[in-house]
């Protein structure tokens, strides 16, 4: 059967990143995502995708329970670790908030 | 464990709604997800969002098993029919193709 989440929180970011560090950015951000969905209950999608032929460009979609849950993300230590260590590959970063319509996936 | 899906294919949409159409667009995309998800093996994902507090700036996240269910999704008669009936509530459609880098979610 299909899956609904319609009460949680989901946040888009388009980063761009530093085209002499994008495999390295590449790296620490799966090591952030692969931590946050193992260790957070409350962190049910980090999905991570870059634009076709522009690959410093990065796409996140991301699902939190609730506004606590992605609070206590980005507190911690993985997220803090992420952020140190990608700190200065990042060159531009926009996080958009926003409403969910409809969210629907097949069982995994 | 978390759920993996490497070899999909993603791509997002960025639509702008005609504001007066906004509530009737929402009606016929939310129809044509659920239709999607559950009749379409090779549909895996669709996200549906709207900016916060532009409801009119929708952004959607699509999830193909590969090229050929995207294919398939385009040519069924559910997209057909939610084509027709938002075909003059569309004033602008983005789609972006993308690179996987890491799609991870919590089992559902």
Partial sequence: ?????EHSLVRLAELEI?????DAYKLSLQEEIR???QLEPGVL???AVSVKDHPEEIRLF???RDEAACQ???QSPHFEKYKAATQSM?????LVETD???LRAKPR
Same sequence: chains 1, 2.
């Fill in 1 to 5: 059967m299909a899956q609904t989440s």
């Fill in 18 to 22: 530093d085209p002499a560090q994008v």
């Fill in 35 to 37: 931590a946050s969905i």
């Fill in 45 to 47: 999608t980090l999905y």
């Fill in 62 to 64: 991301e699902e939190y």
């Fill in 72 to 74: 206590a993300h980005l």
């Fill in 90 to 94: 990042v060159k531009g970063l926009r």
């Fill in 100 to 102: 969910s319509i409809l």
